[in-house]
């Protein structure tokens, strides 16, 4: 506590020392060259709605979405666990509601299933939302991952289990 009280009272005695200088300068000084600001790089323009959602099919068309999951139990973080997902494509329906082809490999089981979503946009980031989809011999099931570049991550649960996701997202070469 003391040494964060020190660290504040000498942060706040810079920047007073700092304006003082500057104000103390003449009008027709020309600042030091060490001292201009940095020109701050010019922005790009923001991607159009249409740029956006072309950019999220590109993501997730041939891809393989690999990391780790852990369950959460009475608040508690469960171990983590290796995962792996492959969508084969994805497509606009209409909105916000989204077409995702998934392979979906278990045991013996090897069957690729459409899967309709909706998909929010937090500014230029996608989130995927799955809400009660029934799974057949496993219940309903609710998620909510975000994609960003070529990352995911994501909160899901069924009944009364759910847990975290996160990891990184290949796309297969043509």
């Known amino acids: 506590m003391k040494t964060n009280l020190i660290l504040l009272v000498l942060a706040l005695s810079l920047s007073a020392g700092h304006r003082s ?12 060259q060490k001292d201009a600001p940095a020109q701050a790089p010019a922005e790009k323009p923001k991607a ?7 950019i999220f099919k590109a993501t997730l068309t041939r891809a393989t979405l690999q990391g780790r999951w852990c369950s959460i139990k009475d608040g ?3 171990p983590d666990k290796e995962d792996k997902y492959t969508i084969l494509g994805v ?5 916000d509601t989204w077409l995702i082809r998934a392979r979906i490999q278990y045991g013996k089981t090897d069957l690729v299933a459409p899967i309709p979503v909706q998909v929010k ?9 799955l809400d009660k989809a029934g799974v057949p011999g496993s219940g309903e099931y609710s998620a909510r ?5 070529k990352t995911y991550a994501g909160t899901w649960s069924g009944g009364d289990h759910g847990g975290l996701l996160n990891g990184v997202i290949t796309v297969e070469k043509e």
Not at 21 to 32: H, T
Not at 145 to 149: C, D, N, S
Request: net charge negative; charged share 25%; no cysteine.
């Open 21 to 32: 200088i500057a104000q103390d300068a003449k009008k027709g000084d020309a600042p030091a």
């Open 48 to 54: 159009t709605q249409e740029e956006l959602e072309a």
């Open 76 to 78: 508690k973080l469960g």
């Open 91 to 95: 497509s606009k329906l209409g909105g």
């Open 121 to 129: 946009w937090a500014g230029d980031t996608p989130v995927i939302i």
């Open 145 to 149: 991952v975000m994609i960003y570049e």
